[in-house]
């Protein structure tokens, strides 16, 4: 028997100036080069995207949806597939959310009690259904994903209303322990803990506190990315990137735009996810480093440059902006090409920073990749100070 | 490019080869041949990256006009052939006029001009805006403009207009192939009209003998308006007027028919002689979420001729589609994992029945030369169409 941890983390190169680091996460799966961009193939599957060529792109991580997958194909049939892994043909490292941020935002009828959520099921029966925090790692055991998610008690970033935080805070904490009690496969899985306490820094320091006295191997940055202030977003980040441990990885949940990433990275997260890579693919939009591209307008028609040339993607050696503005949103196999170029964009861009923070060069990076979006040097005033709190200055 | 074909009789099943092709001296494509249908210049669901995970020998994409009409401003300005533009430049590509898999509309006529269906709706295409597009495409096998509109309960009034109109067509046509520099290259199909009525098909035959200079093969068109309704025409229904015309037309040139023939009438046609098919009978199956799973091989391990992979008895069969199939989905992927993915409506679930019923259908046409080879089609036929009557009794 082996009693090898199921995460071993360990930190390769750190940045002189911002608190960005270059590390190795190893989990059962295979390791995982941080910081690293996650897609989402929410119910088991990737926008399209076959496992066999997300190999070839060197992706090692992906995550999947707990609600989801519960509901479809559920756990019973799972169970039987052998997990994830095997019923979807990936071998990669997978991560799973806990359920509770769908069940929130999906069902307007979801009400929140200690016991857990309780909700309507979407499913044909309707029945009320209650996920708990066993009931959460139930399904992600099941599952088998190398890092599973805690149920939390999921409070809308923007509510202002400080004693129902407070009270998300300490149950999130409550329901951290039930969860890691349930969890029934410590040696081939990772439970990690969400911080939560919205834009209250109190709140986020006692969240933090409370979780990184448990015996975990990393921690996510919940409650985020919810319609809040850039203002109020990258402070909460670097409040709970100083209080949280240098030597285990950080997850900032639901971040995935260009900017948010580069400047997280400068805040010291280490695994970001979103679904918007992925879902911009379907309406016909491709990332660049200068902005985006909507493949849709008229100015793309007789354009016969690819989507970057400087990008090593398939969809990029192959086909034209004209080809592809005629067929985005007409054909299904437009929004696959899409979507591994926008996979693609995401992994080169964390490649980028993972490089430039091995060289000593981060700071450099940060600045022209700035330049490059905003060439006017018209830059946020978020961005601007984010980044001067971590010693990078932009002008 | 040249045709190859033995024996030179007229109504036989053949052996042949499209070779010593201009820009792909290597290619030689053995017939009886099935060509890719592509829609918007792409398989449907199966992208070329794709594709080359399900074959790596050489093919002839048919590209219909209806989905690339959006590209004719473009393909003005644009350097390189069709199946560059497309993404596949080791392709051939076969410009044909109406998609096999969608109905072609009956009426909409017009004197001298086609109508062909757009995702922006009806367009005309007479010979001069017809033959503006094939030179600007560069295809390497196109079929002249044809007035198809017909089938077998077409009157006579109709047939005679679409003699008439496919005469001028031929010879306005050819006219302008004859002194075109950029089509000096391309390997011409001449469809052949005139319903149901062997004296009109007679009629337009001895028509296009007159002069044949410059065409290197027959496309049988007028026998249905394409979609879905072709897989189950009667063969006795189609039978006579085919052999009419197979033993009119020159024998040493390459024979044509378009539709979503079933496998059982594949192999009756090809006993008549018909050397090219197309693929559509995949894609339409594909769209009903069946997946072919009848023996090619009498050890192919199968009792069924297709099964429907929506259907809730495959909810937790991890079997693969078809037992000893080595095509990227029997290999990697179960049918409760295809069932889950058709049941949610995700992308890669028409992917992965696709490719599927491709591999199998392009294996089906292999083990037909080697049956005509071989002298054993006949066992083949024998084996098919019990499958295939088993399986309607079924229904």
Not at chain 1, 341 to 360: A, C, E, P, W, Y
Request: hydrophobic share 35%; glycine share 6%; net charge neutral.
């Amino acid at each position: 028997m082996t009693t090898k941890s199921p995460l071993v983390f360990s930190i390769l190169t750190e940045c002189g100036t911002s608190k960005a680091r270059v590390s190795r996460m190893i989990l059962p799966h295979g390791p995982v080069d941080l910081p690293v961009f996650m897609p989402v193939g929410t119910q088991g599957t990737l926008k399209g995207m076959l496992p066999e060529q997300l190999e070839e792109l060197g992706l090692q991580i992906m995550l999947a949806n707990t609600y989801h997958l519960g509901t479809k194909p559920g756990t019973e049939i799972l169970q039987k597939a052998g997990g994830l892994h095997k019923f979807m043909n990936w071998n990669g490292c997978l991560l799973t959310d806990s359920g509770g941020f769908q069940m929130v935002s999906l069902l307007k009828l979801a009400e929140i009690t200690e016991d857990g959520v309780r909700f309507q099921s979407l499913n044909d029966q309707k029945a009320e259904v209650m996920l708990t925090p066993e009931h959460s790692i139930e399904i992600q055991n099941a599952i088998g994903a190398d890092i599973i998610m805690q149920l939390d008690d999921v409070v809308k970033t923007t509510n202002p209303d400080k004693e129902r935080i407070e009270e998300s805070v300490h149950r999130t904490t409550r329901w951290l322990d039930r969860c890691l009690k349930a969890h029934q496969n410590p040696d081939t899985q990772n439970i990690f803990p969400i911080v939560q306490g919205t834009l209250y820094e109190d709140l986020r320091e006692k969240s933090a506190k409370d979780h990184i006295e448990r015996d975990v191997r990393g921690f996510a940055i919940g409650g985020l990315s919810g319609g809040e202030s850039k203002d109020d977003f990258w402070k909460m980040v670097h409040l709970s990137t100083n209080i949280l441990p240098k030597n285990k990885p950080r997850y900032l949940m639901g971040v995935g735009f260009a900017e948010d990433l580069v400047v997280c990275c400068a805040l010291g997260v280490d695994m970001f996810d979103c679904v918007f890579p992925t879902r911009t693919a379907r309406f016909g939009c491709a990332l660049t480093r200068k902005g985006q591209l909507n493949l849709k307008k008229e100015q793309f028609k007789k354009d016969f440059r690819p989507i970057d040339e400087n990008c090593p993607c398939n969809t990029c050696k192959n086909y034209t902006r004209a080809y592809l503005s005629g067929i985005v949103t007409v054909l299904p196999v437009a929004c696959h090409l899409l979507t591994e170029h926008n996979i693609v964009f995401q992994m080169n861009l964390m490649k980028d920073i993972r490089q430039s923070i091995t060289k000593g060069k981060f700071p450099d990076f940060v600045r022209d990749f700035m330049l490059q979006v905003y060439p006017t040097k018209n830059y946020p005033s978020w961005i601007i100070d984010s980044l001067s709190a971590v010693n990078i200055k932009l002008k | 490019m040249k045709f190859y074909v033995e024996p030179l009789s007229k109504c036989t099943q053949r052996l042949g080869s499209l070779s010593e092709i201009e820009s792909k001296p290597t290619v030689n494509i053995k017939t009886p041949a099935v060509m890719l249908h592509t829609q918007g210049g792409q398989i449907p669901h199966i992208t070329h990256e794709v594709f080359k995970l399900v074959s790596r020998k050489s093919q002839i994409l048919q590209i219909p006009l209806a989905g690339m009409h959006t590209f004719k401003e473009a393909m003005q300005y644009y350097e390189g052939t069709i199946s560059s533009f497309i993404g596949s430049k080791d392709s051939l590509s076969c410009l044909t006029l109406q998609d096999p898999c969608n109905i072609t509309k009956q009426g909409h006529h017009s004197t001298l001009k086609v109508p062909i269906w757009t995702k922006n709706g009806k367009v005309y295409y007479d010979a001069k805006s017809y033959m503006d597009v094939v030179e600007s495409f560069k295809p390497d096998i196109y079929f002249l403009l044809s007035d198809g509109d017909t089938n077998i309960s077409s009157s006579e009034k109709r047939i005679a207009k679409s003699v008439s109109n496919t005469m001028n067509f031929y010879k306005e046509c050819l006219d302008r192939h004859r002194k075109s520099d950029a089509l000096k290259h391309s390997f011409v199909i001449a469809p052949i009209v005139g319903g149901y009525k062997q004296i009109s098909r007679e009629r337009y035959i001895s028509f296009i003998l007159e002069d044949m200079k410059n065409v290197d093969g027959f496309l049988i068109d007028g026998l249905h308006n394409n979609g879905p309704e072709a897989e189950f025409l009667e063969f006795n229904e189609i039978e006579p007027i085919v052999r009419c015309i197979l033993n009119k037309i020159p024998t040493e040139k390459l024979r044509v028919v378009q539709g979503c023939w079933n496998p059982v009438n594949i192999i009756n046609l090809v006993e008549l002689g018909i050397d090219l098919f197309d693929t559509s009978y995949c894609h339409i199956l594909t769209e009903r979420s069946a997946a072919m799973t009848f023996a090619i091989e009498i050890t192919d391990q199968t009792n069924t001729y297709e099964i429907n992979l929506r259907d809730s008895k495959y909810v937790d069969d991890f079997q693969p589609i078809l037992i000893g199939c080595e095509c990227l989905s029997c290999t990697k992927y179960s049918r409760a994992y295809i069932h889950h993915l058709l049941s949610v409506h995700e992308l890669l679930g028409p992917i992965l029945v696709m490719i599927h019923n491709v591999y199998h259908y392009l294996r089906f046409f292999e083990k037909i030369r080697s049956c005509i080879q071989n002298n054993t089609l006949q066992t083949l036929q024998l084996s098919i169409t019990e499958q295939f009557r088993n399986h309607q009794k079924t229904k």
